[in-house]
């Protein structure tokens, strides 16, 4: 079982920055990729990025490429997802998963609770 908890989200300004983390307990990080999602309201969850677990290759959704950024610290059983240049239309709940791609999982497939992200001036 693995227990997922996110933070660091909050209300910026449009083009400000956050800085989401992901810290898991009750087993390591190291096996798993790590997914970060996001639902607006209205709107179904969509996949924004994912790190893998041996590698730590990437991939980003083209809607934030180039303005956010997702890193792992597996000592410290954690990921970040580093938000910059933030938009009003980024505004949602931001999870993590230890899948990539929704439903993919199986019995291995563990989300967090989620963190409120809003962008407005």
């Known amino acids: 079982q693995v227990h997922l908890v996110e933070s660091g989200g909050g209300l910026v300004q449009p083009g400000g920055s956050l800085r989401l983390s992901c810290v898991a307990s009750g087993s390591s990080l190291d096996y798993y990729a790590i997914g970060w999602f996001r639902q607006a309201p209205g709107k179904e969850r969509e996949g924004v990025s994912c790190?893998?677990?041996?590698?730590?290759?990437?991939w980003y959704a083209d809607f934030v490429k180039g303005r956010f950024t997702i890193s792992r610290d597996n000592g410290k059983n954690t990921v970040y997802f580093e938000l910059d240049n933030l938009k009003p239309e980024d505004t949602a709940v931001y999870y993590c998963a230890t899948v990539c791609v929704e439903g993919t999982g199986g019995n291995e497939e563990y989300w967090g609770q989620g963190t409120q992200v809003t962008v407005s001036s």
């Open positions: 790190i893998g677990a041996s590698d730590g290759s990437t």
